[in-house]
């Protein structure tokens, strides 16, 4: 059963916000940058009312800002911040070491488009560019995922086996910015969730001193560091899960890494992740009152990417098209369909797959759109099209 | 202020063993400052740069307290940080109210002035609690004697050379002690030569409720082409010739804190270092007034400031 929850009409900004007021960060770092600031702001204003005890750290830059959490973090603070864009770019450098000094730092993302040209707009240019950089990235489909993944990230982030900073991201404008519905924790309930957080290892236990960022260039103890690390990222998916199970139970909502909708015996089926999944699982619904066997994958966790689930979710389907958000450049397709397509190569009979880039720099993603994929996936199991083709879908 | 006998009494923050060349300047700086801050812990932050690397090498360190290094150009918002969780914790009753500690940022000139300016900046401006120390010996030494902002007029460096078509570095040096008094913070210039000078500026920086700023002299004997043996007396020389007025700023007003009667001429100073040596070539006899002239500029410029004769 779960526990009684107040429902309200709000923005994913001012959700996020919510759950960081509930997990009370010791430390917020601060800077704004749009479509992020209404999180920021909202967090201003619990300050200056005194319902948090939090440090506000008004810092002069996004770099500046992932700075200052690593030190809190490392001093031993339970640190939250949020960014977007060019200031999770502006922050790459800071995300490295957030992971390599292994700060549970939890962030906010705002998913939006890279300059040049100058766009405000959704797109996943800025998380994908910072997808290897050793954070945990869950993906919110609606507001109340932002919520509910942001309450899961601290649990994530300070679990022992994990020990590594955590990004929730949620997509520009669309699901920060747009009211939707959602549903609320107590207070109680939620902090007795997140739970208080007792470092091992911080700078201010000044009675058992400890040394963080050292330089560990000789001797090949750099190359076993990178190890431990990307053996934390590894258990991180065992937790995600665990603390997944347990957020359904007390919320009601149900949480896996990858999430299916008609996936039972679907022949057609879209991969996307964020807000795209809704318009999907939308189509999807009217082609299966027409007869046509169409089924939506969403992917709620990129790192660690979930192959496993996504190799077992689709086994048996005829077509898969791929939905991607951003570019890679030269690559082969891009980010998803890169990471999809590598967890179809194990696999004994392995669907036909597409990718799309579509809605770079907050393009419309009209439903007619996505009927063209299922049309295109129909076309391509009969052999009408070539598998692994990489279409711009919307671009003029 | 502590005298010598009570500073001797007071915790070392770097030990010995470290990896830091015979003479560098940064060490001795770091052991002034630290033994400064009396009984109270420390936490240190480090920029990246000689200092940090020769002193962390995984699995050592020759910190006695707390240290984070975290990138080249933000030891300043990083020890902000360490700070601000100081004080979130202590509002959330996880640290005892009546704790005391200190925050220290080290940084080197390249560090600080230049790639680490804005970071600093923002750090002064928003009123952490902390200390930020400069080791300034003008240039990247860490990555092989490259200019810097804080380079003077007319020395050598790897990316500030000496040809048939320029005499080392052209620009003059930036004034990064002035620029951080302006933000209305504590602010001190100080040298490894004048310890007790030195000393006394960073206990009051510890003192200050707030933050607190102090650029140190700091000789290399590499990059400034010096025997080990002879960098306290060359930061002395430097004191003496003007070229490093002793002076602080304190609550706005602008003190100078160490006399010199009758400056000597720079060349003094200069000479000594072969990052000068082009200069005193007898075709560039004008560049060598130039220095002169750009120091005794700096000389009044601060001696104004300080209502002093100049």
Redesign the interface.
């Known amino acids: 059963m779960a526990v009684e929850q107040k429902t309200v009409a709000t923005t994913g900004n001012i959700m996020v916000a919510e759950a960081m007021r509930q997990s009370?960060?010791?430390?917020m770092?601060a800077y704004p940058i749009t479509p992020q600031t209404t999180i920021v702001e909202e967090y201003a204003k619990y300050v200056a009312q005194g319902r948090v005890?939090?440090?506000y750290?008004?810092?002069?830059?996004e770099?500046?800002a992932m700075?200052?959490?690593?030190?809190?973090?490392?001093?031993?603070?339970r640190?939250m911040t949020a960014t977007s864009s060019q200031g999770l770019a502006y922050m790459w450098?800071?995300l490295h070491?957030a992971s390599g000094?292994r700060c549970p730092i939890v962030m906010a993302n705002a998913n939006r488009a890279l300059a040049a040209p100058i766009n405000i707009h959704c797109d996943h240019s800025d998380i994908m560019g910072a997808r290897d950089t050793g954070w945990v990235i869950y993906f919110a489909e609606t507001a109340q995922e932002a919520y509910d993944n942001t309450l899961m990230s601290v649990r994530v982030a300070e679990h022992p086996d994990v020990m590594l900073p955590v990004m929730t991201t949620l997509d520009g404008f669309i699901t920060t910015h747009t009211i939707d519905r959602a549903r609320l924790l107590s207070d109680e309930d939620a902090a007795k969730f997140v739970g208080t957080y007792t470092p091992e290892h911080a700078?201010?236990?000044?009675d058992n001193?400890?040394?963080?960022?050292?330089?560990?260039s000789?001797g090949g103890?750099y190359f076993e560091f990178k190890k431990a690390q990307r053996n934390a990222i590894d258990r991180s998916m065992e937790v995600i899960k665990n603390v997944g199970a347990e957020f359904a139970e007390l919320s009601g909502r149900p949480f896996d890494v990858v999430e299916g909708w008609g996936m039972d015996d679907a022949e057609y089926v879209i991969i996307a992740i964020g807000s795209t999944a809704g318009n999907c699982r939308h189509v999807a619904r009217e082609l299966r009152a027409k007869g046509v066997a169409a089924g939506v994958l969403k992917i709620r966790v990129f790192r660690p990417f979930p192959f496993t689930e996504v190799a077992e979710a689709i086994k048996g389907v005829k077509a898969v098209a791929v939905l991607d958000r951003s570019e890679s450049f030269g690559a082969e397709g891009g980010p998803v369909f890169l990471e999809v397509r590598s967890a179809l190569y194990d696999m004994e009979t392995r669907p036909l797959v597409i990718n799309y880039i579509y809605g770079l720099g907050g393009a419309d993603v009209k439903l007619e759109l996505i009927q063209q994929v299922y049309d295109d996936l129909v076309d391509l199991a009969d052999g009408v099209h070539e598998s692994g083709r990489l279409v711009y879908l919307g671009a003029r | 202020m502590a005298n010598i006998k009570e500073l001797s009494h007071n915790p070392e923050g770097l030990t010995g063993g470290h990896r830091l060349c015979a003479g560098c300047g940064a060490s001795i700086t770091v052991r002034q400052v630290m033994l400064a801050a009396g009984g109270t812990p420390v936490v240190t932050g480090c920029a990246t740069g000689c200092l940090e690397v020769s002193t962390t090498i995984y699995p050592y360190t020759s910190w006695t307290g707390p240290f984070i290094h975290n990138a080249f150009e933000n030891s300043a918002a990083t020890v902000s940080g360490v700070e601000a969780a100081f004080k979130g914790l202590q509002r959330a009753g996880k640290i005892p109210a009546d704790k005391q500690m200190k925050f220290v940022a080290f940084g080197g000139d390249g560090g600080t002035y230049d790639i680490g300016l804005q970071s600093l900046s923002g750090a002064m401006e928003r009123g952490h609690d902390m200390v930020y120390v400069c080791y300034d010996n003008g240039a990247y030494m860490n990555t092989g004697i490259q200019r810097s902002s804080a380079t003077p007029f007319g020395a050598w460096a790897t990316t500030a050379e000496v040809g048939k078509a320029q005499q080392g570095k052209v620009q003059r040096r930036k004034d990064l002690t002035s620029i951080i008094a302006d933000h209305g913070v504590y602010a001190a210039q100080a040298s490894i030569s004048h310890w007790k000078d030195l000393t006394n500026k960073a206990e009051k920086a510890f003192a200050v409720k707030g933050p607190a700023f102090i650029n140190v002299l700091s000789p290399c004997p590499r990059g400034w082409r010096t025997l080990p043996s002879a960098s306290v007396e060359i930061a002395k020389l430097g004191v003496q010739t003007g070229f490093w007025p002793l002076f602080e700023v304190e609550d706005g007003h602008w003190r100078q804190t160490v006399k010199v009667m009758n400056r000597k001429p720079v060349t003094e100073f200069l000479k000594p270092q072969g990052r000068f040596k082009h200069l005193f070539t007898p075709e560039n006899a004008e560049l060598l007034e130039a220095v002169q002239g750009e120091v005794d500029r700096y000389w009044d410029y601060i001696m104004r400031r300080c209502d002093c004769e100049a």
């Open positions: 009370a960060p010791d430390v770092a005890h939090t440090e750290v008004t810092v002069e830059s770099h500046s700075s200052a959490c690593i030190g809190a973090s490392a001093a031993g603070a640190v450098e800071q070491i000094l700078l201010l236990d000044t001193p400890t040394s963080h960022g050292n330089f560990a000789l103890t």
